[in-house]
T-cell receptor
Framework: GAVVSQHPSRVICKSGTSVKIECRSL??????MFWYRQFPKKSLMLMAT?????????EQGVEKDKFLINHASLTLSTLTVTSAHPEDSSFYIC????????????FGPGTRLTVL | QKEVEQNSGPLSVPEGAIASLNCTYS??????FFWYRQYSGKSPELIMS????GDKEDGRFTAQLNKASQYVSLLIRDSQPSDSATYLC??????????FGSGTQLTVLP
């Protein structure tokens, strides 16, 4: 199997606070993890690519100082939304590539963030 | 031009019919193609991957790839109401990253 978990599944926070989302590959090692954001009725938009032990690569238009990514081990990547604002409210989904694979991504269940 | 295009639908088919979902892509160098299913409020779930021209079958699902026409499709036979979801086409234009289409919303009517 290829199971990816995310925590928390749902978070509500006040504007200006920071929120950390964890993404874990439970039964495989993932050298690369991806972070996506999805707004209602829209497709997934890649935010950044996270490689174990190195700095994340951010997509154009994504603020790296606002969306902090840490990929500290082969099974864990975290996304921290700093000083969250209502426009950051979205569905955040991570995916992971199995070590040795170059293309098949396995998705976590997603985290729904609501910023009041 | 979008890199991966899908008809947004909604596509409605009666239960037991064949649902046909289509996708075109712009990058001729793409080597890997995927279909994901996404239920409302949930994350995408991998259904099929295809790498070579032709058909690939897995149960009620058949993926078809035509690289010359830059076209990939998904057929769902004997459609069930539980197949009602948004189907995302994803293409790998470069190593490891995926580009997603906007998705086709499928409704299977009982």
């Amino acid at each position: 199997g290829a199971v990816v978990s995310q925590h928390p599944s749902r978070v509500i926070c006040k504007s200006g606070t920071s929120v950390k989302i964890e993404c874990r590959s439970l039964d495989f090692q993932a050298t690369t993890m991806f972070w996506y954001r999805q707004f209602p009725k829209k497709s997934l938009m890649l935010m950044a690519t996270s490689n174990e032990g190195s700095k994340a690569t951010y997509e154009q238009g994504v603020e790296k100082d606002k969306f902090l990514i840490n990929h500290a081990s082969l099974t864990l990547s975290t996304l921290t939304v700093t000083s969250a604002h209502p426009e950051d409210s979205s569905f955040y989904i991570c995916s992971a590539l199995k070590r040795g694979s170059t293309d098949t991504q396995y998705f976590g269940p997603g985290t729904r963030l609501t910023v009041l | 031009q979008k890199e991966v295009e899908q008809n947004s639908g909604p596509l409605s088919v009666p239960e037991g019919a064949i649902a046909s979902l289509n996708c075109t892509y712009s990058d001729r160098g793409s080597q890997s193609f995927f279909w994901y299913r996404q239920y409302s409020g949930k994350s995408p779930e991998l259904i099929m991957s295809i790498y070579s021209n032709g058909d690939k079958e897995d149960g009620r699902f058949t993926a078809q790839l035509n690289k010359a026409s830059q076209y990939v499709s998904l057929l769902i036979r004997d459609s069930q109401p539980s197949d009602s979801a948004t189907y995302l086409c994803a293409v790998n234009p470069s190593a490891r990253q995926l580009t997603f289409g906007s998705g086709t919303q499928l409704t299977v009517l009982p």
